[in-house]
Structures are given as structure tokens and as C-alpha cells.
């Protein structure tokens, strides 16, 4: 595959973009910056939809919105989540929760809907402030309605490094998949707090970072590490319980820093991109042999989120009806809108 040039650069930032994102519907892309600023951009337009200061100072580590209410969360390096109403003429505070999470580890929250949200039934994980233990907030009580501890089921785990929360194909209530510092993936049954899988991935020398699921089947899954490898995973569901197996191993380059600070499936399941501490967004296959198919190399510094558009949405029309769409954000203060077929 021949590496195509951006369809366009969000310049601008006035600091290192630290996360970007598709909001749900795919109309815009939502980015974070290290100085505490959150934006968002139209993807027909190009233009600046809003901008407000999250936690002036404070380094922004995700955004989410949700299905289907104009709610925007953006979680802090002070371990700030905040809700915002994108309904109204302007964006309107709604809540905070204090979740006291101090490491890099990004909030989950899995896909729920309005009538969810009402109800007060909206979830989101995040790490405790140990960092070694997930905590399932209540959002709408503001409550810590539950905590799940790695190291109840196992030897020291150390640190939580990433965290998914969804509900796969025929299940009554979410799940959480955590992927710890000692290079353990778990699955849990959250309303039982019950470990499903164990799943072993790496070395203590090669420690995972990110991780991504293949929605809506969550058939497989990617983690990236610190070290020089992807790893894909696949996923079984059976009568409630959980398997999970390492089906391919790809080798990164090892010619610089090669650590992955982010992953992202597309939707239909066929291409996967990372983006690396070596400046580097990279684009590989899945299937049966996952392979390498592409380097893009229009950043500087660091590339550290990525994430493709959802398919269906606005946005994944604007340029073309056979387009795909995804974000690169990086340390060098831009935020890049790339497709591939």
C-alpha cells in the first residue's frame, strides 16, 4: 500500500496534542492538548466548533462522547473527569467526578444510550489512585460503584495500563478487559467482579501500553507495548465465560524508539493503525497473517492517540462514499485527518 498524504493538518495548538478523537456520530474531531485545552473540529468544514479549557495547565489524557446525548467527558492528568453538554449554543459543565487516577492510563466507557444515561446506569472505568486496581464510577450518582482488583486473582500485576469496558454479542452487561504492567490481559464479568480469562501476553521487559477491541463483535482484539511488538488477540464467548488467545505476533522496527502509544481497529474489522514514540503512524492488516502495509511519516514527535472514524457516520462520506477516515494527534502540535481504502 502506497502511503497517501494527509487529507488535511489542524495546526494551531499552542502545546503537544496529547489525544485525539472521533466524537460518536463522526461529524467532528475532538483533540487534547498538554496545557489543559479541548477542541472541537468540523471534519466537512475544517473549521473550530468550540474550545474550552478543561483544566487550565492540567495535561488532557481522553475524550469520549457519548451514543446518542451531546455529552463530551475528558479526563485530566489530575485525575479529573469532567461531563460536558455539547448541546447548547455554547458547551455547558455538567459534573466532575474525582476519580484521584494519577498515572497515563485513559478512562473506558462503554457504548450506552440516552435512556442509559438518564437512568443513571452510564459506567465508566478508570485506575484507582494506587494504580493498580479499576474502579467502575457510577456517573450519574458520582459514585465509585465498584472496585476490581487485578491482584486478587494473581501474583503482583503492578500498574493498570489500559482498560476497555463493552458488552459483547448477547451479554446483559458490560465487561472489562484490563491489561496490566506485568503483561497480563484479564476479562471480568463486572457485575459479578469475576475474572473470566487470564491471558499472559509479554515479559515484564516489554510492557503494554494500549490496546484496542474490534467492535461490534469484539471478536479480537491489539495491544501495543513499549517494546518492539503488536499482538493480536482473539476472543471467544460461550454461555457467559471468556477465552482469549494470541493469534499473531508482528515485529516493529527496531532502528529507534518504537514503543505504541495508541492503537485503533477500523470498523470493519480489516486494517489496524498504531502510533509510535518513533514519530511514526503505522497502518497494518488483519486476517489470518496480519502484515505490515504502510508508514506514514508527516510527524515530528511523538504520535500519541489515533483513532479511525466509525462507519456509517457523516464523516466517513464527506471526502468520498468508499472512504475511511482516521486522526493522528502528536507532540509536534498537530493534529492530521488521513483515509485509506
Same mark, same amino acid.
Given at each position: 500500500?502506497?502511503?497517501?498524504?494527509?487529507?488535511?493538518?489542524?495546526?494551531?495548538?499552542?502545546?503537544?496534542?496529547?489525544?485525539?478523537? +472521533?466524537?460518536?456520530?463522526?461529524?467532528?474531531?475532538?483533540? !487534547?492538548? &498538554?496545557?489543559?485545552?479541548?477542541?472541537?473540529?468540523?471534519?466537512?468544514?475544517?473549521?473550530?466548533?468550540?474550545?474550552?479549557?478543561?483544566?487550565?495547565?492540567?495535561?488532557?489524557?481522553?475524550?469520549?462522547?457519548?451514543?446518542?446525548?451531546?455529552?463530551?467527558?475528558? &479526563?485530566?492528568?489530575?485525575?479529573?473527569?469532567?461531563?460536558?453538554?455539547?448541546? &447548547?449554543?455554547?458547551?455547558?459543565?455538567?459534573?466532575?467526578?474525582?476519580?484521584?487516577?494519577?498515572?497515563?492510563?485513559?478512562?473506558?466507557?462503554?457504548?450506552?444510550?440516552?435512556?442509559?444515561?438518564?437512568?443513571?446506569?452510564?459506567?465508566?472505568?478508570?485506575?484507582?489512585?494506587? !494504580?493498580?486496581?479499576?474502579?467502575?464510577?457510577?456517573?450519574?450518582?458520582?459514585?465509585?460503584?465498584?472496585?476490581?482488583?487485578?491482584?486478587?486473582?494473581?501474583?503482583?500485576?503492578?500498574?493498570?495500563?489500559?482498560?476497555?469496558?463493552?458488552?459483547?454479542?448477547?451479554?446483559?452487561?458490560?465487561?472489562?478487559?484490563?491489561?496490566?504492567?506485568?503483561?497480563?490481559?484479564?476479562?471480568?464479568?463486572?457485575?459479578?467482579?469475576?475474572?473470566?480469562?487470564?491471558?499472559?501476553?509479554?515479559?515484564?521487559?516489554?510492557?503494554?501500553?494500549?490496546?484496542?477491541?474490534?467492535?461490534?463483535?469484539?471478536?479480537?482484539?491489539?495491544?501495543?507495548?513499549? !517494546?518492539?511488538?503488536?499482538?493480536?488477540?482473539?476472543?471467544?464467548?460461550?454461555?457467559?465465560?471468556?477465552?482469549?488467545?494470541?493469534?499473531?505476533?508482528?515485529?516493529?522496527?527496531?532502528?529507534?524508539?518504537?514503543?505504541?502509544?495508541?492503537?485503533?481497529?477500523?470498523?470493519?474489522?480489516?486494517?489496524?493503525?498504531?502510533?509510535?514514540?518513533?514519530?511514526?503512524?503505522?497502518? +497494518?492488516?488483519? !486476517?489470518?497473517?496480519?502484515?505490515?502495509?504502510?508508514?506514514?511519516?508527516?510527524?515530528?514527535?511523538?504520535?500519541?492517540?489515533?483513532?479511525?472514524?466509525?462507519?456509517?457516520?457523516?464523516?466517513?462520506?464527506?471526502?468520498?462514499?468508499? &472512504?475511511?477516515?482516521?486522526?493522528?494527534?502528536?507532540?509536534?502540535?498537530?493534529?492530521?485527518?488521513?483515509?485509506?481504502?
Amino acid at each position: 500500500m502506497a502511503a497517501p498524504p494527509p487529507l488535511y493538518v489542524f495546526r494551531g495548538f499552542t502545546s503537544a496534542v496529547m489525544i485525539a478523537r +472521533f466524537s460518536h456520530d463522526g461529524s467532528s474531531v475532538l483533540t !487534547g492538548t &498538554q496545557n489543559g485545552e479541548v477542541q472541537g473540529w468540523s471534519v466537512e468544514t475544517k473549521k473550530q466548533m468550540f474550545k474550552l479549557d478543561a483544566e487550565r495547565g492540567v495535561s488532557v489524557l481522553n475524550l469520549q462522547t457519548a451514543r446518542d446525548k451531546p455529552w463530551l467527558f475528558s &479526563q485530566g492528568k489530575n485525575g479529573v473527569v469532567q461531563c460536558w453538554d455539547l448541546g &447548547q449554543s455554547a458547551p455547558q459543565f455538567v459534573s466532575a467526578l474525582q476519580t484521584q487516577c494519577g498515572s497515563f492510563c485513559r478512562f473506558s466507557v462503554p457504548d450506552c444510550s440516552a435512556a442509559a444515561l438518564s437512568a443513571g446506569s452510564m459506567l465508566l472505568a478508570v485506575p484507582g489512585a494506587s !494504580g493498580n486496581v479499576v474502579q467502575i464510577w457510577d456517573v450519574h450518582n458520582q459514585k465509585v460503584a465498584q472496585t476490581i482488583n487485578p491482584e486478587a486473582y494473581g501474583p503482583k500485576r503492578g500498574l493498570v495500563m489500559a482498560v476497555n469496558m463493552f458488552t459483547p454479542p448477547q451479554a446483559q452487561s458490560p465487561m472489562l478487559t484490563i491489561l496490566c504492567e506485568d503483561g497480563h490481559l484479564t476479562f471480568w464479568d463486572i457485575s459479578a467482579a469475576a475474572c473470566l480469562c487470564d491471558l499472559p501476553l509479554h515479559s515484564d521487559a516489554d510492557t503494554g501500553l494500549s490496546m484496542a477491541l474490534y467492535a461490534p463483535q469484539y471478536a479480537f482484539g491489539v495491544t501495543g507495548f513499549a !517494546g518492539s511488538h503488536l499482538r493480536y488477540v482473539q476472543l471467544d464467548y460461550d454461555a457467559g465465560a471468556v477465552s482469549a488467545s494470541v493469534t499473531a505476533e508482528l515485529a516493529l522496527p527496531e532502528d529507534g524508539p518504537c514503543g505504541v502509544s495508541d492503537v485503533s481497529i477500523r470498523q470493519d474489522g480489516k486494517l489496524v493503525i498504531t502510533g509510535g514514540w518513533d514519530h511514526r503512524v503505522r497502518v +497494518f492488516s488483519t !486476517g489470518r497473517t496480519p502484515r505490515p502495509l504502510a508508514v506514514l511519516r508527516l510527524h515530528t514527535a511523538t504520535v500519541n492517540a489515533v483513532d479511525f472514524c466509525r462507519p456509517g457516520a457523516p464523516a466517513a462520506t464527506v471526502a468520498g462514499a468508499d &472512504q475511511r477516515l482516521f486522526v493522528s494527534a502528536s507532540a509536534d502540535k498537530r493534529v492530521a485527518l488521513w483515509s485509506l481504502y
